[in-house]
């Protein structure tokens, strides 16, 4: 708790430093607009918002803000944030954002990685100047488990704003040791964002994606409508697990598959440091070995020149750490790795029993000692600035590659790489399943990450022109028809709607559906073939595009559907606001 208030004074002090004070003076054009709406939720008794005028506003805005970048001046900050505590106050809030005007902001975690939920972007050009409310799920962050009787199987509903956290321990405690939620690795990511753009975590070798486990949801569309996946239909079922975020409707909640895990499961983490080669013949030989272990092992490699288990030590050099989970005992764990990777160092590799969610806790970046009562505090407590990208790697790279891949990182002790590996399970699921389509073939994602504090903020640019550097070189190792990115690790260098641009100014492309068009050059890289049948599926459940961001799928018939306010776009309220169930 008392690390919770540090926090928020920390956030409310760079916020007031670089924003100018907490209310006022920031011109985000946001006008009056937010009265409009407060007094709209007043009417509908939704009674947790804060306005700029409010003295909570900025840790309201904050709270979940996971990527610094975001939080200061330059970026757009909401008319009003608003907190719905049930499902009607969920669609009282999208529905009086619409009647105000306001496009619609909805945060869960708070963690992606270009702040769609809770700022709009430069890039959107016209959007930009539209005054936008952010609807925070946090409040909606119930988990009910279900565990069959012979705690083999079971289901969870997991309401959007819960946290992975929050979702794990709520099935290690309903289910003993027994059951599991495959999804990603950091405690504080929303359910809502993580599993609306696929979720791979440390099980998706065994289990698949999040996104795989999902067996129905609860959305509340533009009309407010509340629609189970019998009431959306199997296109729109399909889109919203993996299709991204912020594009469909607002997702209530999930009901996920729970999986049935070991008593004890074993974890390890290894550093190894050592010249450029020496790091570059061990990732070589990782890159042949871990897309291949048995589904049980996950073994993932960073590699960087200031990774944290060495300036633990003091020390700092390019190196290689190694994060495994096995599904079983030390002992099968060890025998596998003397068999297949031996290279790894096992004299030292001291891996752990332990249970899974201990386990979820020991790889969760939570601070030393922590426990897995701590999974469900929902604030990350070490933010930076970060800018990321992705790739996704067909064939293992030669040594001569990685020696000179690894040498550049060498020099950038800001930047480092997370390797994840795939393979087992993820490749059973076919690649048209769901919309992530990054299935068999693909052996590992690489995710490349340079992150930064306040300290040099002034270099952010150089910083992150290195990195795009860096991924610029790399191109020449990784497919390129298309160059494929995951959206949960969303990019916006790949590029950004412009929902009016098409057809204004000099230059008006007459082509019946521009803005799908343009949205193709990343929404292919994100979905290859499944591009287009997300497009059909938003034109189902969104045809005036009311969720939309600067990397949302739009509709055919694209802005046509929207009119246009003073401050920009704003959606079409075609009803008088009230909603119906279906
Ligand atoms: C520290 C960190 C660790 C991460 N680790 C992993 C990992 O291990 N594996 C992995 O796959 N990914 C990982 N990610 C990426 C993460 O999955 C995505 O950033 C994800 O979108 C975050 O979800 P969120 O709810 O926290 O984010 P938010 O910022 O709240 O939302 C992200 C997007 O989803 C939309 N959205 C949010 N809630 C809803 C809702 N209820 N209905 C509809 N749309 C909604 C938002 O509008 C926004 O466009 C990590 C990110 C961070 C910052």
Redesign the pocket.
């Known amino acids: 708790m008392a690390n919770l208030a540090l926090l928020s004074l920390v956030l409310l002090r760079l916020f007031v430093v670089q924003a100018g004070g907490g209310g006022g003076g920031v011109d985000d054009g946001i006008g009056d607009d937010g009265s409009l709406f407060t007094a709209c939720l007043a009417a509908a008794g939704v009674g947790n918002v804060t306005t700029r005028q409010s003295p909570a506003y900025a840790a309201a805005l904050l709270v979940?803000v996971?990527?610094l970048r975001f939080a200061g001046a330059g970026a757009p900050k909401p008319a009003a944030v608003v907190v719905p505590a049930s499902l009607q106050e969920l669609r009282d809030s999208m529905r009086c954002a619409r009647a105000a005007g306001l496009v619609l902001?909805?945060?869960?975690?708070?963690?992606?990685?270009e702040g769609?939920?809770?700022t709009t972007t430069t890039e959107e050009d016209d959007d930009r100047s539209s005054a936008f409310a952010v609807v925070d799920?946090a409040a909606l962050d119930r988990v009910d488990v279900h565990v069959d009787a012979d705690r083999r199987a079971g289901t969870a509903w997991v309401q959007?704003g819960a946290t992975l956290g929050q979702t794990y321990h709520a099935v290690a405690a309903a289910s003993g040791p027994a059951l599991a939620f495959s999804a990603?690795?950091?405690p504080?990511?929303?359910?809502?964002?993580?599993i609306?753009?696929?979720?791979?975590?440390l099980l998706s070798r065994k289990f698949g994606l999040a996104a795989d486990n999902v067996v129905d949801a609860v959305l509340v569309d533009a009309a407010g409508r509340v629609l189970s996946r019998a009431g959306m239909g199997e296109d729109v079922f399909w889109a919203i697990r993996g299709g991204?975020?912020?594009t469909?409707?607002?997702?209530?909640a999930w009901r996920v598959r729970l999986s049935a895990v070991p008593e004890r499961v074993t974890a390890f983490v290894v550093n190894r440091p050592g010249s450029v080669r020496s790091v570059a013949s061990l990732v070589s030989t990782w890159q042949h070995v871990a897309p291949w272990l048995p589904d049980e092992f996950y073994v993932s490699a960073f590699v960087g020149a200031a990774l944290p288990e060495l300036k633990k030590l003091n020390r700092t050099g390019i190196s290689v750490t190694f994060k495994g989970l096995y599904l079983g005992p030390a002992h099968e764990a060890l025998q596998i790795l003397t068999a297949r990777f031996p290279e790894i160092g096992l004299s030292d590799l001291d891996p752990r029993e332990m249970s899974w969610i201990e386990s979820v806790v020991f790889f969760s970046g939570l601070p030393e000692g922590s426990t897995v009562s701590d999974l469900t505090d929902r604030v990350?407590h070490q933010k930076n600035y970060f800018k990321a990208k992705s790739d996704y790697v067909r064939r293992p790279m030669t040594l001569d590659q990685l020696v000179r891949a690894i040498g550049l990182l060498s020099e950038q002790p800001k930047a480092y790489v997370i390797l994840d590996p795939y393979g087992g399970a993820m490749d059973r699921v076919g690649s048209g399943d769901l919309p992530f389509p990054h299935r068999k073939g693909n052996i590992h994602g690489i995710q490349y990450l340079i992150e930064w504090t306040a300290d040099d903020d002034d270099h952010k640019e150089e910083y992150m022109d290195w990195l795009r550097w860096f991924y610029d070189f790399m191109g020449e190792y990784v497919p390129k028809k298309p160059r494929t990115a995951?959206i949960?690790?969303?990019d916006l260098d790949l590029g950004t709607n412009n929902w009016f641009g098409h057809r204004v100014g000099g230059d008006v492309d007459e082509s019946p559906n521009p803005e799908v068009e343009a949205a193709r050059a990343w929404g292919e890289r994100y979905f290859l073939g499944n591009y287009d049948r997300l497009v059909r599926a938003k034109t189902l459940i969104d045809p005036e595009n009311v969720f939309r961001?600067a990397q949302s799928i739009p509709p055919l018939g694209g802005a046509q559907g929207m009119t246009r306010s003073t401050r920009g776009i704003s959606p079409k309220v075609t009803s008088n606001g009230s909603t119906h169930d279906s």
């Not at 469909?248 to 209530?252: H, S, T």
């Open positions: 979940s996971q990527n902001r909805l945060r869960s975690g708070g963690h992606s990685y769609l939920s809770y799920l959007s990603g690795s950091c504080t990511v929303g359910s809502g964002g993580h609306a753009g696929g979720g791979f975590g991204g975020g912020g469909w409707g607002a997702v209530y990350l995951y949960n690790y969303m961001n």
